[in-house]
């Protein structure tokens, strides 16, 4: 221990003296600048949307309600004018009077419908402002939330106001009961009376009847409005999701700190190599490990420091900083991977762009579905998210979306450590020869090689398997699941093949028949007891979607021979076709393996 923390003082002293004044100062001044961008972001919005269509009013009054929308460049102008700024400059929407023109265009209309919409929540708000909800809204509508097919938890339900619940409104409630789970809804009664429609050039005098947009008459000349929320009162009409914008936002600025750190590590990493500087620790008394580790920890340290401080900054609760632990290790680990398989700083950027836009996109995507679907819960930046909006964490929430990333990030410092060698470290070897190289040295040092290596690979299947099931989620369920399948086969079986890909192909072992049949059943067997106990820890919660079907959870003697038929089929094809048609082995593997997952969840797919 006493030689780690060594390490990690000379590397910290390095790194330091590895930067001038100069470069450590730009870089605290665009971690300043981004962490404030983000901030304000979460704070205003993006307001990608404001000021995109162009209105003229001939009614002032009429004007500044719809100024209050920022969708919405409002100008109010004389009829004249008005027709004028209509027809000649390129207004998208003229209000004269009590009649509504627009042109013949996709933006035009466009614009007409984000004005119905922006006229029914101002009337909503309108009607609300009576302080009358009864009488204001006498229709009430029980929502009711369907499961999806794939069996996950279904959304919650945004309660109404403790204000907009009691008193005699229980008596228009269907059921009879206050549920909390009501919604209020209703069609304000306004008809339109006197709009007008046209494409571009004349005005015709042509009155549209039985429109959704309420009459310009009856909403001119209010003053005052109570102010409302799309979740506070749900009509048909606005009834959206609740997207957390402002969390994921906040998230974001966690995650750019441990980002940006992991960039120096893999920097340091490479200078080491390219500069060979590195021999002097390969030389000393001190295994690998001693050395990758006591290099780790100034970076670890630093990045968990920094969420430390913003978490406190934010009035965050210190959970967040256990949540992200995982999240810089998985970073730091690609980092540490990245900088020992790439042969230049060319190819180090190319690699590190590659796992950060795989890790960004399992990290970020899901916590966009928090507080709308379960499928968030894969990322641990939903559990930031709901801190973040002081909801609850439960330890089964926890460990469904830490456990991959901790067996993943360990798993790749383990194989990098394997690596890290004079005959890897410093030698112009293509990225597969050394991925290559780190599989030998497993096969050459663990006991059971085979058997240990598909356990051992697991937790990147299910890192794979679990994006995948986030990407197909927005997909309709038999789509979805119909490219699951392949895909996700495709996976297990290249996994779990190439193992005896290196035994083969590096000459470890007789390329015979008995031996391809002895290396398929020991690694299919393999696989599929770590899937088995990997399954209770982390994938309970969806055990009973499609998804968990394809995934292996339920039966125990049909998944096994799967994995032992489909792991010898890719055997034997290496030892038939030769090691140079590796992938059409795994491609007939995984034909092999995709048809069973079809038939067991064909009831989904074909109905």
């Given amino acids: 221990m006493r030689r780690i923390f060594t ?7 390095r790194t330091k003296s590895s930067f001038s004044l100069k470069t450590r100062f730009l870089s ?8 404030t961008a983000s901030l304000f972001a979460s704070q205003s919005g993006l307001h990608i949307n404001d000021n995109i269509y162009r209105v003229v009013v001939t009614d002032a009054s009429l004007g500044r309600i719809l100024q209050s929308d920022a969708k919405f460049e409002v100008y109010i102008a004389g009829e004249g004018e008005a027709k004028s700024l209509f027809e000649k400059e390129g207004v998208d929407i003229l209000i004269n009077g009590d009649k509504i023109y627009y042109h013949n265009t996709e933006k035009s209309i466009s614009a007409l419908d984000a004005l119905d919409k922006a006229i029914k929540i101002y009337d909503e708000a309108r009607l609300l402002s009576y302080d009358d909800l009864n009488n204001t809204f006498p229709v009430w509508i029980t929502i009711k939330n369907i499961a999806r097919e794939q069996a996950f938890q279904a959304p919650s339900i945004n309660k109404l106001p403790v204000n907009m619940q009691a008193g005699p409104m229980t008596d228009q409630v269907p059921g009879g009961d206050n549920s909390p789970d009501i919604k209020s809804s209703v ?47 749900a009509t048909p009409s606005h009834f959206n999701p609740s997207i957390p914008f402002k969390s994921v936002v906040l998230s974001f600025i966690f995650i750019f700190p441990i980002y940006f750190i992991a960039q120096f590590f893999s920097s340091s990493i490479m200078d080491e190599r390219i500069k060979r500087k590195g021999e002097l620790l390969l030389v000393s008394p001190v295994s690998s490990y001693q050395i990758v580790l006591g290099k780790l920890i100034p970076y670890l340290l630093g990045s968990m420091a920094l969420v430390a401080i913003m978490t406190f900054k934010l009035g965050g609760s210190p959970w967040i900083i256990l949540i992200l632990l995982p999240v810089s290790l998985m970073f730091l680990s690609t980092s540490f991977l990245g900088a020992i398989i790439a042969r230049s700083f060319k190819e180090l950027s190319f ?6 836009v795989f890790l960004s996109g399992y990290i970020f995507f899901p916590a966009m579905f ?4 379960a499928i968030s819960i894969i990322s641990p ?37 394997f690596i890290y060698r004079e005959e890897d470290l410093f030698t112009q070897k293509p990225i597969k020869e050394k991925l290559l ?20 690979l697991l937790p990147l299947v299910f890192s794979i398997q679990l994006m995948l099931i986030v990407l197909m989620f927005n997909f309709p369920i038999r ?86 038929t489909s792991t010898t089929v890719a055997s034997l094809g290496i030892r038939y076709l030769g090691h140079r048609e590796y992938l059409a082995s795994v491609v007939t593997a995984s034909i092999v393996h995709a048809a069973y997952n079809l038939y067991l969840v064909r009831s989904v797919v074909f109905g």
């Fill in 437 to 456: 190289d780190s599989i030998q040295e497993f096969i050459k040092r663990v006991p059971a090689p085979l058997f240990s290596l598909s356990i051992a």
């Fill in 187 to 233: 069609e304000p009664d306004n008809s339109a009376n006197a709009i007008e429609k046209q494409g571009t050039g004349n005005i015709p005098e042509k009155t549209a009847e039985n429109t959704q947009i309420p009459s310009i008459k009856q909403i001119t000349g209010i003053k005052t409005i109570s102010p409302i929320s799309e979740q506070t009162l």
């Fill in 381 to 417: 930046i939903t559990l930031v998210v709901r801190l973040l909006e002081n909801e609850t964490v439960s330890i089964s929430d926890y460990m469904f979306s830490t456990t991959p990333l901790y067996l993943l990030s360990i798993l790749i410092f383990i194989f990098g450590i």
């Fill in 7 to 13: 390490i990690a003082k000379w590397e910290l002293r």
């Fill in 479 to 564: 789509i979805g699941i119909l490219f699951f399948i392949i895909v996700a086969a495709f996976i297990e079986e290249l996994v779990k093949s190439v193992g005896i890909y290196t035994v083969f192909s590096r000459k470890l072992s007789d390329v015979t028949t008995g031996n391809a049949l002895k290396f398929g059943i020991l690694s299919g067997f393999g696989f599929f007891a770590g899937e088995k106990i990997m399954l209770l820890v982390v994938i309970a919660s969806i055990a009973g979607s499609a998804f968990g079907s394809v995934m292996g959870i339920g039966l125990l003697v049909f998944p096994l021979i799967l994995h032992v």
């Fill in 351 to 356: 690699v590190l762009i590659f796992l950060s």
């Fill in 28 to 35: 605290f001044i665009i971690l300043i600048l981004i962490g």
């Fill in 370 to 373: 928090a507080n709308i679907h």
